[in-house]
């Protein structure tokens, strides 16, 4: 829980945050789109920090969505290059903070370079107790749910499984968040109000929060403004009984 100065909270276990608004801010300072992607993965770091201090277990970030390659090249080249920024950047600071790395996405379209580079980040921080972070790179709701469906059919075809076991709990073991807990609230900045192929499986349920606020300038306070309007909430998941908060 994380204390303001009148109230403690109960804080969600898992938030996502669509990571959007980096090439508007930009314009706004007359820089150009990448300044404005540079900046947002900055942000990256403070969020997760700042979710790290407030007790969040796991944050999941939407970094590159699979529909991303159909941007101008130059603009590509340039999101291509932030992993291994990424990885010089932080990794003392996440070390610090015992931040567990993870990401989440295609591995079929990524250069060998940044595949090594993802695969050392998340060998090198498997072992820490702290903040799970999911990077969502080259991700697709869609194709994640696609690729799932296709391992349980070549089950079936097999004969190892029968349609009519198929369920719930066999689709989320596929799922590239399968070993996060359930996905509690899904942040979008930057005043657009849709999913964007972003974790449409796991947001079944989850609370959504909307705001103008472009992604390089959603600090702290943006977070726990966030996350008390989310205490407001009540989660039925269809049912009729209440869920109260702790005020």
Same mark, same amino acid.
């Given at each position: 829980? %994380?204390?303001?100065?009148?109230? $403690?909270?109960?804080?969600?276990? =898992?938030?996502?945050?669509?990571?959007?608004?980096?090439?508007? +801010?930009?314009?706004?300072?007359?820089?150009?789109?990448? %300044?404005? =992607?540079?900046?947002?993965?900055?942000?990256?770091?403070?969020? !997760?920090? !700042?979710?790290?201090?407030?007790?969040? $277990?796991?944050?999941?970030?939407?970094?590159?969505?699979?529909?991303? +390659?159909?941007?101008?090249?130059?603009?590509?080249?340039? @999101?291509?290059?932030?992993?291994?920024?990424?990885?010089?950047?932080?990794?003392?600071?996440?070390?610090?903070?015992?931040?567990?790395?993870?990401?989440?996405?295609?591995?079929? =379209?990524?250069?060998? $370079?940044?595949?090594?580079?993802? $695969?050392?980040?998340?060998?090198?921080?498997?072992?820490?107790?702290?903040?799970? *972070?999911?990077?969502?790179?080259?991700?697709?709701?869609?194709?994640? &749910?696609?690729?799932?469906?296709?391992?349980?059919?070549?089950?079936?075809?097999?004969?190892?499984?029968?349609?009519?076991?198929?369920?719930?709990?066999?689709?989320?073991?596929?799922? #590239?968040?399968?070993?996060?807990?359930?996905?509690?609230? *899904?942040?979008?900045?930057?005043?657009?109000?849709? &999913?964007?192929?972003?974790?449409?499986?796991?947001?079944?349920?989850?609370? @959504?929060? %909307?705001?103008?606020?472009?992604?390089?300038?959603?600090?702290?306070?943006?977070?726990?403004?966030?996350?008390?309007? #989310?205490?407001?909430?009540?989660?039925?998941?269809?049912? *009729?009984?209440? +869920?109260? =908060?702790? %005020?």
């Amino acid at each position: 829980m %994380f204390k303001t100065k009148k109230i $403690e909270i109960n804080i969600p276990k =898992h938030i996502a945050i669509i990571l959007d608004g980096n090439g508007r +801010w930009a314009k706004k300072r007359g820089m150009p789109r990448t %300044f404005g =992607h540079q900046k947002g993965v900055e942000n990256i770091k403070n969020i !997760a920090i !700042a979710a790290s201090d407030m007790g969040i $277990e796991a944050l999941s970030v939407y970094a590159f969505s699979t529909e991303n +390659w159909k941007r101008p090249k130059k603009e590509v080249d340039f @999101l291509m290059k932030l992993p291994g920024e990424f990885e010089k950047k932080f990794k003392s600071e996440f070390e610090k903070y015992d931040i567990k790395v993870m990401f989440s996405g295609r591995k079929t =379209h990524l250069s060998k $370079e940044n595949l090594d580079i993802l $695969e050392r980040i998340t060998t090198k921080t498997k072992d820490r107790q702290g903040l799970v *972070l999911n990077i969502c790179f080259d991700y697709g709701s869609q194709t994640e &749910l696609v690729e799932a469906m296709k391992d349980i059919a070549g089950k079936v075809k097999e004969g190892v499984i029968e349609p009519e076991d198929i369920s719930v709990a066999m689709i989320e073991e596929r799922l #590239y968040t399968k070993d996060l807990p359930p996905l509690d609230l *899904l942040i979008r900045p930057s005043g657009e109000i849709r &999913l964007s192929n972003f974790l449409l499986w796991q947001a079944a349920y989850s609370e @959504l929060y %909307f705001c103008s606020t472009y992604w390089p300038s959603f600090g702290k306070k943006e977070l726990e403004k966030a996350i008390l309007d #989310y205490t407001k909430r009540q989660r039925r998941f269809g049912g *009729l009984k209440s +869920w109260k =908060h702790v %005020f």
